[in-house]
């Protein structure tokens, strides 16, 4: 089945000898009339939310059980294989591994545990030539399986069971996790677990500390990104942040600019073409969206939003900015920021974050705030919130 005119009349030359049957269709939306399939073979497109139309994702969310959320195109090929699937039959399908863990393909998850999950074969993540995407072959039994079948990329074979609440697979098909669970999180003892911020023009907000203009001192503050991040030097980069914004985030009028006005005029043009800047909505020195500075500036940990190894650094200054491609977490009140910071870089924080995050590009995790606010936490983090709690409605 082919959607594609040029690729089915291709596939239909390539394959001219040989019995099959060929099909110019949408595999997706007009499989009226089909018979059940004893096998089903693909690679389906892999293609986000963001390429297609309004009328496609609406259309999609109406049918089919796993499109939710940012869903992509292959999760709905993977459910309606499944429908077409015969008593007795298998599906061989080749898809990034994404759906094993985030958090818009639980509902694939489900579906897929149901349906007795074979095997999950984690092939090169340069399979696809010029494509990082983390491949896997994933093999469906339609009499099931009590076990799932794992090949993991270093060749290691294991037999394991797959959750079938929608819960992420992640700690399974990589080996599993710390037995850490104590019942509180890291996202109950830190108020906030956030991205830093993003100016869209960072080139013009970011310089070298001595080359910050002396009138600026003011509007200024210690950055990082999370490049600069480093064991031996933290968050201590040299170089400042051109900010706009108050300490309680609230952007000035222009007549309250005063030097950082001057100074930004000179940029005008260069601001107003940021693709965040919208005419007419926004203040043409403003930021895409207003930084919670209150919580930025006091003391709190860092950590790079992509990394080969988990680290979290602590600013005990409170005045360092974090950019976009690092996270910053505010511990609640009566939580010990060095213990917690101690606790994050300890083997057992490291294991679960390398078994429950997301892989970017070479093998590199990827961090997110959802994934973070799940991790685990010592009791003890718990008991140091609650006897603040209790002290204040004491």
Not at 278 to 297: A, F, R, S, T
Not at 304 to 323: A, I, M, Q, Y
Not at 348 to 371: K, P
Not at 372 to 387: D, I
Request: charged residues 30%; contains cysteine; aromatic residues 10%.
């Amino acid at each position: 089945m082919e959607i594609d005119p040029e690729l089915y009349e291709d596939a239909r030359k390539r394959h001219k000898d040989k019995e099959v049957e060929f099909l110019e269709r949408d595999f997706l939306t007009d499989s009226d009339g089909l018979d059940k399939f004893e096998y089903v073979l693909g690679n389906p497109p892999y293609i986000p939310i963001e390429g297609l139309e309004e009328d496609e994702k609406g259309r999609y969310r109406r049918e089919f059980e796993t499109a939710e959320g940012r869903f992509d195109l292959y999760v709905l090929f993977f459910e309606q294989a499944i429908d077409l699937l015969s008593s007795g039959g298998r599906l061989c399908f080749v898809t990034p591994e994404k759906f094993e863990y985030t958090e818009t393909t639980a509902a694939l998850r489900r579906v897929l545990a149901s349906s007795g999950v074979e095997e999950i074969h984690h092939v090169d993540e340069d399979s696809f030539e010029g494509l990082v995407t983390y491949p896997t072959v994933t093999v469906i039994d339609a009499d099931g399986r009590n076990e799932t079948r794992v090949v993991g990329r270093d060749g290691e074979v294991r037999d394991v069971d797959l959750p079938d609440d929608g819960s992420s697979w992640a700690a399974a098909v990589r080996g599993g996790e710390p037995d850490i669970e104590t019942g509180v999180t890291l996202g109950d003892v830190c108020r906030r677990i956030s991205c830093g911020v993003a100016t869209g023009a960072d080139k013009v907000f970011v310089m070298d500390r001595e080359e910050a203009p002396p009138q600026l001192d003011d509007w200024t503050y210690p950055t990082t990104s999370g490049k600069q991040l480093r064991i031996n030097d933290g968050p201590e980069s040299g170089q400042v942040f051109v900010c706009p914004y108050d300490a309680d985030g609230r952007l000035p009028s222009r007549d309250e600019l005063g030097d950082f006005g001057d100074w930004a005029s000179l940029y005008r043009e260069r601001l107003e073409d940021r693709s965040c800047y919208e005419k007419g909505k926004q203040v043409w020195y403003g930021w895409h969206e207003n930084p919670p500075m209150d919580d930025i500036l006091q003391r709190k940990l860092l950590c790079k939003d992509v990394t080969e190894e988990p680290h979290f650094w602590r600013d005990d200054s409170g005045e360092v900015v974090p950019r976009h491609s690092v996270y910053y977490l505010i511990p609640e009140e009566g939580v010990d920021i060095e213990e917690l910071q101690e606790y994050l870089n300890s083997g057992d924080a490291q294991a679960w974050l390398e078994a429950n995050c997301q892989r970017a590009a070479n093998g590199f995790l990827r961090l997110q705030s959802t994934v973070m606010k799940q991790l685990p936490v010592p009791e003890q983090f718990g008991h140091h919130r609650q006897s603040t709690l209790t002290a204040e409605t004491g």
